[in-house]
């Protein structure tokens, strides 16, 4: 879930596709990033918990009580992260 929670905040940083960049000859191609504040990484956050606890309560809705359970102990690692 971590990995799942770190790679969701890259992406909120990313600049959008069609954001003109200057390229940089010599440079890496990396693209320019967003600064990120904390209020937007716990939007992040809670966009990524709220999802992992919907799907839990699908999987709990059909009976499938393990994935359920394993889905909400992700949702309770993205807890840590909000307090």
Request: charged fraction near 35%.
């Amino acid at each position: 879930m971590i990995r799942t929670l770190i790679a969701a905040i890259e992406n909120a940083a990313a600049i959008e596709a069609d954001t003109p960049v200057d390229p940089q000859i010599g440079l890496n191609h990396d693209q320019p990033r967003r600064d990120l504040t904390e209020s937007d990484v716990s939007r992040v956050l809670e966009r990524e918990r709220a999802e992992v606890t919907e799907a839990a309560a699908s999987y709990r809705g059909l009976g499938l009580a393990d994935e359920a359970a394993e889905l909400e102990r992700r949702a309770d690692i993205a807890d840590r992260y909000l307090r």
